[in-house]
Structure formats: C-alpha cells, structure tokens
C-alpha cells in the first residue's frame, strides 16, 4: 500500500518526506521539536472561503460560525474573523481568548448546556452577540443578569428536533433525549418560547439546533430543517412572533481515513438551502437568517501531529506496538472514542505502507493508544511519524496528563511559518502549585 494524500494541502516532495502546505514535515520536526501540532493557515482559509461563498450563493441571509470548541487559541480568532466567520464559543475561557485575540464581541454566540449567572455576567458585560440557552434556568438568569447591569441579551433558543443522525453515540445530540436543548416533541420547547417572550430585557431572535457530528449525508440537516421550519410556524401561528434566525448548528463530516471522500460542502449547503426555501413556500414565511456552526470541516484536514518514533516493539507472535512522544495527552480521541486516524512515517511517505501495528502512546495507560492494527511505513528509531487530519479536537482537547508539556502549534502559511502557541515548559507546569 502507497501512502494517500487525504487533502490537498497533503504532499510527497522529492526526498519522499511527507510535506503540509508545501513545508518538509521532517525539517519542522527538527526545527520545532515534537511533538508539534502543525496548522495550515491556508488550508483554514480556503474552507472558511467555501462556506462564506456557498452562505452568500444560496441564502438570502446567511452566517458560518466557527465553532471554536474545535481549536481555540488566540491566532484562529483572528484567522477566522479575517475569513469573514463569527465565532461559536461554549465557555467564558473561549470569549476570553476571542476578546484577547481583538474578535468583535458582537459576533460571538455563547453555547453550552450549563452556563452559570457569574459567566452570563462576563458575557453580558463584554457584549456579545447571542446567547444561545439551552434552558429555562439560563432564561432566568439572563434576565436577571440584564436587570443587574442595565443590558439587553439577543437570545437563540437550543431545542432538540429529535433526530438521531446515525452517528456516533457520544456525539449524537440532537435526539429528544438529548442532555443539550429542550424538546420540540414534547411540547417544551413551545414553553421554552412563551417564557422566553415574557422577558422584559431578553429579545428572543431565533431557534437553534445541532443534529450531530461528522455528518456526510444531508438527510439529518434536511430533516432538522421540515421540523425547524414547521416548528417557526407554529410559533408564529401560537405565539404571533417570528423567530428570524435559523441556526442548524455544526458537524459536517471530514474525511480522516483513505476509505472515505472528501465531504462535498456545496452540496450540502445547495440542499439544506433548497429544503429551506420549499418550507417557506409550505408555510407562508419568510427566508429566516440561516446560521451554520461547522467546527471540525473548517480546521480538522489543516492539522497533522508529529511525533518521533523512541521504540517499535515486536511481541513475537502477537504484534507490534510503535512507541512515539505524544499520544494521549495531545490527542485524546482515539482512548475516548476509537476515533480513527490515518497515520504515516513522514520520512518515508513515498515507502510501501507493509508493517502492521499499534501506535503508542507514551503515557502510563495501556489504553494510550492513537490507533490499532493498521499498516505504515516500518519505521527506523528516530524517524518522524505524521497523524493526518488533527486540527480539530485535539490542542482544544489535550491534557497535562504525567505531567507532560503541551505540544507548540505551528501555523503554516505558502508565505510564512509562525507560531501560534508556544511549547509549555515546565515552569508553566507547576505555574499554579502552592
Ligand atoms: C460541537 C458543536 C459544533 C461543531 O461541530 P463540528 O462537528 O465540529 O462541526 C457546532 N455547534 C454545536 C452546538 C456544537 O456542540
């Protein structure tokens, strides 16, 4: 087996080393140190630059938020907001690191299914955008936080379409017995509205849902749309108030494995317009502001992790097991989750992928694993292994588990390398011990 390029910011150069966005991965690993997030600024760009054109083509009025829960340090603010995205944050941790970064607060959206009155203060008291509430408790307490401060909240209401998008259980989150939202089905959510309407400071701008994560079909969007859409009207007919703002949340797919494709975002977008525009037509309305929160398709194929490879260890008659300097600490996602990950020996990339084996971690778990079984290039002590397709999920995930330093993040632009986040010392380990 040849290696496969999954993206096409993904090269062989003439050495047969492994390059992203043009840079020999081998050289940024001597350069830099591994492990080594690496991030192509440009490839970042160019996805943001889909959704924004395909936002503009086929919507009357649409926005792409970032949802920055996939990678949040200072420099993607920036990167984001330059590409024309509003940012989608879960905690006063990601505003603050937005705000830090100069995001204009206006076009932040807080999430989260459990936001606590002191951190609807900061958000309030730093303006942003929307709330996005997720239940009556916070309702309360965005009105009483405006009552505090004499401010207004723009809010989007969180409600479950129940739809199980075939996915992932842990990831799956727009079902009725969802933790996040309130339920449409059941007839909460229509509560959630009317109790929302009777806040005096609280302009109640629209409805918001999430169906999943790593979606390829747009069958789960295209039905979260007939029951958003149906569920705007009944507001409408019930209530006499119209939501303007449809957000239909995040999770396009990303292709991490040579078996899958490249998720086509034009599509997607073309369909779910469609879907929309025919509901309006169903039901008499309005094209509503329609808001979409992709994460992981916007950063995820512009990351690769590099490691060094310490040991490969053959259990004679079992298998073998590559040790490398990282694992789950920078990259949680495969002792979470089995998520897969395709991985290669960067300086070996033109080499016939023919040695099975378990890629270790350095941690003292047995499940510190970043994949099981798969074949790669046999590896020389030294050499640098690539994991493809880490941009999203793991920086925002890692860990100072054993003790360990945070990898640097390297962004990488055709013009200039830069870092974005500095390698944790050890003086940053033991900053906040007493
Ligand atoms: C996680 C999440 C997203 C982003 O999902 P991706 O799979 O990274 O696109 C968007 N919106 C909400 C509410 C989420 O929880």
Redesign the pocket.
Known sequence: MKTVLLHDNYGINEEGHFTVCGYDTVKLAKEYGTPLYLLDADKVRKMAGIYTECAKKYFKNAKILF?S??LSFKKIYKLAESAGLCA?TVSPGEIYTALEAGFDPKKIYF?GNNKTYEEIEYALSNGIGYFVADNEVEIENIEAACVKLSKKADVILRVTPGIDPHTHEKIA?GKVDSKFGVAIETGQAMEFVRRTLSKKNITLCGIHC?VG??SFDPQPFLDAADIMMKFIYDVKKECGYTLEILNL????GVRYLPEQTNLDIEYMLKEISARIKANCEKYGIDEPEVCF?????IVAAAGVTLYTVGNVKTITGYKSYISIDGGMADNPRYALYKAPYYCLIADKADKDMDFRADVAGRCCESGDLIQENVFIQKPDIGDVLAVCVTG?YNYSMSSNYNRLCKPALVMLSKDKVEIGVKRETFEDLVRNDE
């Open positions: 949802a829960k996939a989608d999430h989150t999430h994560s790593q949340g995040g999770g396009f929160e992709p994460g992981r398709s999203a």
